[in-house]
Nanobody, 124 residues
């Protein structure tokens, strides 16, 4: 059973930075894809960034390219989302998701395992 656990959310001013962490206990991470999604009030859950554990290929939504970076720490079974130059519209609950395949899907329905989410609030 995979249970991602997010941490690192909070309140930050426009232009500031935050780093989210997601730890997931899996037996063999090599066949997994990890991703970050976010959901703002009244909006659908949207893809933010993803990483293929084996090889480390990364993918980003256009809205965060150049500002957010997804990375991993093999020893800690942890995925990070470094968020810089935060904007008011980045405000959302951020979720970590995992799936046992090697494709980064942007459709949240493709992910079998989800964390509880962590709130990120960017004040203007």
């Amino acid at each position: 059973q995979v249970q991602p656990v997010e941490s690192g959310g909070g309140l930050v001013q426009t232009g500031g930075s935050l780093r989210l962490s997601c730890e997931a206990s899996v037996r063999t991470f090599s066949t997994y894809t990890m991703a970050w999604f976010r959901q703002a009030p009244g909006k659908e859950r949207e893809f933010v960034a993803g990483i293929i554990w084996s090889g480390g290929n990364t993918f980003y939504a256009d809205s965060v390219k150049g500002r957010f970076t997804i990375s991993k720490d093999n020893a800690k079974n942890t995925v990070y989302l470094q968020m810089n130059s935060l904007k008011f519209e980045d405000t959302a609950v951020y979720f970590c998701a995992a799936n046992n395949n090697t494709r980064v899907a942007t459709n949240p329905g493709r992910y079998a395992y989800w964390g509880q989410g962590t709130q990120v609030t960017v004040s203007s």
